[in-house]
Nanobody
Framework: QVQLEESGGGLVQIGGSLSLSCVAS????????MGWYRQAPGKERELVATITAGGKTKYAASVKDRSTISRNNARKVVDLQMNTMAPEDTALYYC????????????????WGRGTQVTVSS
């Protein structure tokens, strides 16, 4: 069993910064991509940022110039820093990881955290 536990989020002021962290635990043999997605009310879940095991990053165009994703492979942690937050960033933010649990790392599948609410307001 694999668990992803998010921390951070809550109420953020317009123009402020957001820090999210997610730690993976369980019977993990390998983690490929890790990252963050978000879902606003009435909208589909969308990618925010992802990072490969080798450190290659991918960002949504709406956050690229004001966000940094990082990870610590040994600790199985992925972090997201977002600056200049705006009301349109209000959403439920989900941690994501592409995880293998067998000895050959051949059974990779996606796992999701429960989500952490981020509300941007004055």
């Amino acid at each position: 069993q694999v668990q992803l536990e998010e921390s951070g989020g809550g109420l953020v002021q317009i123009g402020g910064s957001l820090s999210l962290s997610c730690v993976a635990s369980g019977s993990i043999s390998y983690i490929a991509d890790m990252g963050w997605y978000r879902q606003a009310p009435g909208k589909e879940r969308e990618l925010v940022a992802t990072i490969t095991a080798g450190g290659k990053t991918k960002y949504a165009a709406s956050v690229k110039d004001r966000s940094t994703i990082s990870r610590n492979n040994a600790r199985k942690v992925v972090d997201l820093q977002m600056n200049t937050m705006a009301p349109e960033d209000t959403a439920l933010y989900y941690c994501y990881a592409d995880v293998a649990t067998n000895a050959w790392a051949s059974n990779r599948r996606a796992y999701w955290g429960r989500g952490t609410q981020v509300t941007v307001s004055s």
